[in-house]
């Protein structure tokens, strides 16, 4: 059996397979509240043969959404509706996950559809959605055109990173088995990492060491309300794609101090960290940010996830079993098609019969197949 299709285990939390659903943001919440489409966003992806279903970058403070339409955790009213997803989730053999995430200097941001620009007053007439201030390791905006953020003070470090743990208590009585820390694409937890919006002279900025406290601090913060055993994983951007800002040198290091901190596994993503124009260095192909989650694996010693382009079974097959990475998470390609785990190991040879799929569809496509190949119609 391929090894896409084994079972694996981070703490005492078995995935199925291998296959992870990306977080993927729907922008469909109303106040940070979780609602029926979460439900069966994420629910079909379960039906679907995934092993670890991600929801989607969920803010752990109001002001910690990128745009009006996230998901939030910061308030105990917002479990109730993630206990019936999460519950939906584990019911059908997956490991239900959360993703926290606080923007930092993305904050109040319109909608992809609405253009991914900041929020004004047109957005207040248009959708009586209103801007807010948005805070950042340093007052450097996110890209040309963009409000400038508040530089964080020494107490609004110490209030967010106490929000990332009560985040963890409510994901604990959500029914979570998991929690990634939204660490890449330009997000708070990334701003301090990074050189580019990092520039800081305190004890968090000024050199490497300094810039990765904060997420070291917010590892800690959520393992002090998250149990021994269930697993803690970090979406990092291995690479800025941009001089002078991080180099996947750096990430290994952040992922050894990481592990230290009780973390499990690196979800490895890159880029993000300043504008919407690609950075030169970043040439996108199939696969291409895997080499990152092999080299964080072999020189940090740490479990690994591999993402972005990735659609073709055999090359996610290949890639585990060749020891790049111990799991791949799939976003768009999951999206056209949720049932692709299911697919995947029939083509594989993981699967006969569609005995994998839920016996409610399971049964009739098994029947179907025996029919069609006594007809000679397929
Ligand atoms: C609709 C959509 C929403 C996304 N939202 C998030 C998110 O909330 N958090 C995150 O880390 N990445 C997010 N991403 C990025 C994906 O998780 C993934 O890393 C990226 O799409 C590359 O994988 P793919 O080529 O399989 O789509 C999103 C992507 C899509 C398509």
Same mark, same amino acid.
């Given at each position: 059996m391929t090894k896409l299709f084994t079972p694996y285990t981070l703490r005492e939390i078995t995935f199925k397979n291998r296959i992870a659903v990306s977080p993927m943001s729907?922008?469909?919440?109303?106040?940070?509240y979780a609602n029926d489409w979460h439900l069966v966003h994420l629910g079909r992806f379960a039906l679907g043969g995934a092993a670890l279903v991600y929801a989607e970058?969920?803010?752990?403070?109001?002001?910690?959404?990128?745009?009006?339409?996230d998901l939030g955790i910061?308030?105990?009213?917002?479990?109730e509706k993630l206990k019936q997803i999460t519950s939906f989730i584990a019911q059908e053999g997956a490991v239900p996950a959360i993703q926290l995430s606080h923007a930092g200097r993305k904050a109040s941001e319109r909608r992809p559809w609405h253009g991914e620009t900041p929020v004004d007053d047109e957005d207040v007439a248009e959708r009586g959605e209103a801007p807010w201030q948005a805070i950042g390791p340093?007052?450097?905006?996110?890209?040309?055109g963009w409000p400038t953020p508040l530089e964080m003070s020494e107490e609004d470090i110490q209030r967010v990173i106490a929000s990332f743990g009560q985040a963890a208590r409510r994901s604990l009585e959500a029914g979570f088995k998991m929690i990634e820390v939204?660490?890449?694409?330009?997000?708070l937890v990334h701003q301090f990492l990074s050189p580019i919006a990092n520039k800081r $002279? &305190?004890?968090?900025? *000024?050199?490497a060491e300094n810039r990765r406290r904060f997420a070291v601090e917010v590892a800690k913060s959520i393992r002090a309300h998250w149990p021994d055993t269930y697993p803690l994983a970090f979406r990092l951007s291995? $690479? &800025?794609?941009?001089? *002078?800002g991080v180099e996947v040198e750096d990430t290994v290091e952040t992922a050894k101090a990481l592990k230290a901190a009780g973390v499990d596994i690196i979800d490895c993503s890159t880029g993000g960290?300043?504008?919407k124009d690609r950075p030169r260095r970043m040439v996108i192909e199939q696969g291409f940010q895997v080499p990152f989650a092999e080299q964080i694996r072999k020189d940090a010693d740490l479990p690994t996830m591999a993402v972005g382009f990735l659609w073709d079974a055999k090359a996610c097959a290949d890639l585990i079993s060749n020891g790049q990475a111990d799991m791949v998470a799939l976003a768009r390609e999951l999206l056209d098609d949720p049932n692709w785990p299911l697919h995947a190991a029939a083509e594989l040879e993981?699967?006969?019969?569609?005995?994998?799929?839920?016996i409610e569809s399971g049964w009739w496509l098994m029947k179907r197949d025996r029919l069609l190949k006594k007809l000679g119609l397929r």
């Open positions: 729907q922008y469909r919440a109303k106040d940070g970058a969920t803010a752990i403070e109001a002001d910690a959404r990128r745009t009006h339409g910061w308030e105990d009213g917002q479990i340093s007052a450097i905006p996110y890209a040309d939204y660490a890449a694409h330009g997000f $002279t &305190d004890g968090w900025g *000024g050199n291995a $690479t &800025d794609w941009l001089d *002078g960290i300043g504008g993981a699967d006969e019969n569609h005995a994998a799929w839920p």
